[in-house]
């Protein structure tokens, strides 16, 4: 069956390094999402992308990038952990562009702490 | 610009009660409206959506929603609650047609007792 995985599920990382959260579909979906979910903020996203090398910034982008060289993977990376990026992350997935269709498929999440 | 409010973070409701979960929107084009559930420790899933034609929208597990332009409101409705629907709720909208994406609501956990 097709799906959608992140890892990793929980990581704990001191501010300052370099971190890559990973987001692999099997779905061959074009398009590709990173949400961050925080308390009282609900989903807000990251970056997105339509297909290979594209890239876009949603509303939370800084301090976050992502590169697009296939269609299965989407890794986000934090150029410098901060502890505001405590959060939880959310990959997610879609077949069409139009979200008339059957919408965003998710992954499980990964949870991370800066400390 | 589309955007989502979701009335109430937290709505507790006894088993076989209605359950109401309310969301209003904004958006400058005619929107596309989504419900998600989220279950502990998991992603979210699509519950029910609403995009043209009828207004009124059955989903998964007895869960429905009603479009209402004129109040640009998208509630959540479920006549008898199970212990099973505790989890958290999010609304979300997106602008219609093609490169379009999902924004989302705050979330409402939704707490059902015995």
């Known amino acids: 069956d097709a799906e959608i995985t992140q890892s990793p599920r929980h990581k704990i990382t001191e501010t300052g390094r370099q971190v890559t959260l990973a987001c692999h579909q099997t779905?061959?979906?074009?398009?590709m999402f990173w949400y961050r979910q925080d308390l009282g903020h609900g989903l807000r996203l990251i970056h997105y992308?339509?297909?290979?090398?594209?890239?876009n910034k949603g509303e939370v982008s800084d301090g976050y990038s992502v590169s697009r060289s296939n269609t299965e993977d989407l890794p986000l990376t934090l150029e410098s952990a901060a502890s505001s990026q405590t959060s939880v992350y959310f990959c997610?997935?879609?077949?069409?562009?139009?979200?008339?269709?059957?919408?965003?498929?998710f992954g499980s999440g990964t949870r991370l702490t800066v400390v | 610009a589309q955007s989502v409010t979701q009335l109430g973070s937290h709505v507790s409701v006894s088993e076989g009660a209605l359950v109401l979960l309310r969301c209003n929107y904004s958006?400058?084009?005619?929107?596309?409206l989504f419900w998600y559930v989220q279950y502990p420790n998991q992603g979210l899933q699509l519950l029910l959506k609403?995009?043209?034609?009828?207004?009124l929208v059955k989903g998964i597990n007895g869960f429905e929603a009603e479009f209402k332009k004129s109040e640009t409101s998208f509630h959540l409705t479920k006549p008898s609650a199970h212990m099973s629907d505790a989890a958290e709720y999010f609304c979300?909208?997106?602008?219609?047609?093609?490169?379009?994406?999902?924004?989302f609501g705050a979330g409402t956990r939704l707490a059902v007792h015995p």
């Open positions: 779905w061959n979906h074009n398009n």
């Open positions: 979300a909208v997106s602008g219609s047609g093609g490169y379009n994406k999902l924004i």
């Open positions: 609403y995009t043209t034609g009828a207004t």
């Open positions: 958006s400058s084009v005619p929107p596309y």
């Open positions: 997610a997935s879609s077949e069409s562009r139009d979200t008339r269709g059957r919408g965003y498929t």
């Open positions: 992308s339509y297909g290979v090398q594209d890239t």
